[in-house]
């Protein structure tokens, strides 16, 4: 668990192959001594520049970010450093969200390097609104930009270097998970000068232009279902394909909110298929959830949720929609606390409007179609094209993105990354695989969900993900030995 083992003797036990039961537990309560909990973060606000890239305006907003810095100058480093500085690029949620999500950085890499954590909230996101509730409006959400936030970032870094006594000879290292990801990777290829690596976790990159099919994530998570349980995928499919049915009649509607325990009554069909969206949704969501342990990630999830929710669909054969219903209880109702659901509210805090919808409007575009178990629907450009005009009045430029970001050839140029992907995890099949230099790793970890070697280490972690973070941590503390042996 990268815990600490104390003593020869419980090394030498513990390097032995068969180990009595009575010997082991003794062992786990004696050998290893427990994580320390995250350090606690005080909440800042920096005055953050609102256009980087126009320079006849100079308005602000408060950009939120957490500070926690009890570990910082608890070991001795050369040039006046107080320690390392540990500097997550927030996506597309609250950042706190993602401290808590975060400890193997908390709890294992910052009290072991000395390092201060600062963890930046992305603008439109969580407290860090330019334009408070209005930050949505039109004519207001055109400053939401992948490169603002990088703009941000680097800004933020460069503040604090120059403001915070102890900071300015220190190296900053940059992580992230999923879009997050995207976002260290694309800050070490634009602002090299400010970070000297990052840990992109399960960062997907297909993008128009990829040659990444845009079923690749279906198929990858109805290939993750089908492993857990024969037949799954299949009693799933089923399901859709009644409730597609369904959806065209009042009966088949009021089956439906029955059978799904809805709050509210379906009064036509788009409603109905609203419902489907929400399945969809909650099973995708499950699938990249799909931890060794139950976790809070924006929404309370089971332990193993794509499993649990196997298991409980093979106890109903007789009625495949209640089936689907009674197994997505794992995901959307696992405290047991709804007694009904309502699909306008019951949703993990990133999926709700408006800030990712429109980043996907403009740069992150990411086409996508939906195959295997899930109701088919082609990857259909034109229809998102509207779709984005009529939301945000924006025109969608579907090869930006590539252009832009440069895809997977734009990474060749960079340096001190690492792509780690958990193959349960349906975005895998978007990010990088191979290595593609001696400095930029890939590490692939099998039975692991989305960026879960970020999560704090667990005695339920499958051995691979405690190697992933093994291997982790070694080329962290290269890149930090390196820059002190350079500088």
């Known amino acids: 668990y990268q815990r600490r083992v104390r003593g020869g003797l419980c090394k030498m036990f513990l390097n032995k192959s068969v180990v009595p039961l009575s010997l082991l537990l ?17 909440q800042k606000y920096f005055e953050q520049t609102l256009d980087h890239f126009n320079f006849e305006t100079h308005k602000t907003y408060k950009q939120r970010y957490l500070w926690a810095d009890k570990y910082w100058g608890t070991k001795n480093y050369p040039n006046n450093c107080k320690g390392p500085i540990f500097f997550y690029l927030g996506n597309e949620s609250p950042v706190t969200d993602y401290y808590e999500a975060s400890g193997f950085f908390t709890q294992v890499l910052a009290p072991k390097y000395g390092a201060l954590l600062v963890f930046a909230e992305h603008r439109y996101f969580g407290e860090s609104m330019p334009f408070g509730n209005n930050s949505f409006a039109p004519g207001n959400i055109g400053y939401c930009s992948s490169d603002q936030a990088l703009a941000d970032y680097a800004v933020l870094i460069r503040n604090i270097k120059k403001t915070i006594p102890g900071a300015a000879t220190c190296p900053v290292i940059g992580f992230g998970g999923s879009y997050g990801g995207m976002l260290t990777t694309w800050f ?136 689907l219903a009674y197994g997505l209880g794992t995901y959307y109702n696992n405290t047991g606390s709804w007694t009904c659901y309502d699909i306008d509210k019951d949703i993990p805090d990133w999926g709700k409007c408006c800030g990712w919808d429109y980043l996907a409007c403009t740069v992150v575009y990411q086409p996508f179609e939906s195959t295997g178990m899930f109701p088919p629907s082609p990857w259909n450009v034109t229809a998102d094209i509207e779709g984005c005009k009529d939301f945000f009045g924006v025109t969608l430029e579907p090869e930006w993105p590539e252009i832009h970001w440069g895809g997977f050839e734009s990474i060749k140029e960079s340096s001190n990354i690492i792509f780690s992907n958990g193959l349960l995890d349906p975005w895998h099949t978007s990010g990088v695989l191979k290595n593609i230099s001696s400095s930029l790793i890939a590490i692939v970890i099998p039975a692991s969900a989305h960026h879960l070697d970020l999560r704090a280490p667990n005695p339920a972690d499958p051995i691979y993900v405690t190697r992933a973070r093994e291997q982790e941590d070694t080329i962290l503390g290269s890149w930090i030995t390196q820059f002190f042996i350079t500088n």
């Open 188 to 323: 070490r290829l634009k602002y090299p000068n400010e970070i000297i690596g990052g840990l992109a976790a399960s960062a997907p990159f297909n993008f128009v232009g990829s040659g990444i099919s845009p079923s690749a994530f279906t198929d990858a998570c109805t290939n993750t279902f089908n492993t857990a349980r024969e037949g799954c995928g299949a009693q799933i499919q089923a399901a859709f394909k009644e409730m597609t049915i369904l959806a065209n009649t009042p009966e088949g509607r009021t089956r439906i909110k029955n059978d799904f325990m809805l709050c509210k009554d379906l009064p036509d069909e788009n409603s109905a298929y609203a419902v489907i969206d929400w399945a969809v949704s909650g099973l995708q969501g499950m699938a990249m959830l799909d931890y060794p342990y139950e976790t809070n990630y924006g929404i309370s999830v089971s332990a193993w949720p794509v499993n649990n929710t196997c298991n409980r669909m093979a106890t109903i054969t007789d009625n495949n929609v209640k089936a």
């Open 26 to 42: 003794v062992l786990i309560v004696h050998c290893f001594d427990p994580l320390p909990p995250a350090p606690p973060y005080v």
